[in-house]
Antibody, heavy 118, light 112 residues
């Protein structure tokens, strides 16, 4: 069974940093693209970026809305996906999801809340 | 960015009746591979989104065949042949062809 479990969310001040983790299990992690998606309260989801699989060199693509501030990485020995978020703003407040990506977000985690506020 | 325009914003349907949601993209979603990466997702209240359909018309495993997807290029439709109570929530279309990938604003399906 595919499982994705996010962690690392919480309250952070504007300008601060946070690293989210997504523990993956139930599938061969290195075979799959993985994405981060966020959803502000009451709004539609927003795709943040993707990290490709081993066959495609683990390269990354980002939404311009977060490029330069957010970094996606993966630990393929521990099957963990990461999202490093820097210079956080109030508008980054959202539920953050990781997803296994096959032409689209096939499996989602349960999400983790990030609140940026002073 | 590719803009995904969903209509209607909300839909009130009686159990057992059909429902249809439209999604139009601001540019063709046919990729260089010839594939069209148009997805439909359902987000039930308090839950993570769940994908129903990928590549315009392919149902994900476990999704009942009451759901169907159709369309091409820039014009896509999700149809539910007979709405059930479990179908309530917000439906999103998502294009995975062009970067950045983009979602529609959502269509809320409610019971009449």
């Amino acid at each position: 069974e595919v499982k994705l479990l996010e962690s690392g969310g919480g309250l952070v001040q504007p300008g601060g940093s946070l690293r989210l983790s997504c523990a993956a299990s139930g599938f061969t992690f290195t075979d799959f693209y993985m994405s981060w998606i966020r959803q502000p309260p009451g709004k539609a989801p927003e795709w943040l970026g993707v990290i490709r699989n081993k066959a495609n060199g683990y390269t990354t693509e980002y939404n311009p809305s977060v490029k330069g501030r957010f970094t996606i990485s993966r630990d393929n020995t521990q099957n963990i996906l990461y999202l490093q978020m820097n210079t956080l703003r109030a508008e980054d407040t959202a539920i953050y999801y990781c997803a296994r990506w096959v032409g689209g977000p096939h499996y989602w985690g349960q999400g983790v809340m990030v609140t940026v506020s002073s | 960015d590719v803009v995904m325009t969903q209509t209607p914003v909300s839909l009130s349907v009686a159990i057992g009746q059909p429902a249809s949601i439209s999604c139009k993209s601001s540019q063709s979603l046919v990729g260089t591979s010839g594939k069209t990466y148009l997805n439909w997702l359902l987000q039930r209240p308090g839950q993570s989104p769940k994908r129903l359909i990928y590549l315009v018309s392919k149902l994900d495993s476990g999704i009942p065949d009451r759901f169907s997807g159709s369309g091409s290029e820039t014009d896509f439709t999700l149809k539910i042949s007979r709405v059930e109570a479990d179908d309530l929530g917000v439906y999103y279309c998502l294009q995975g062809t062009h970067f950045p990938h983009t979602f529609g604003a959502g269509t809320k399906l409610e019971l009449k």
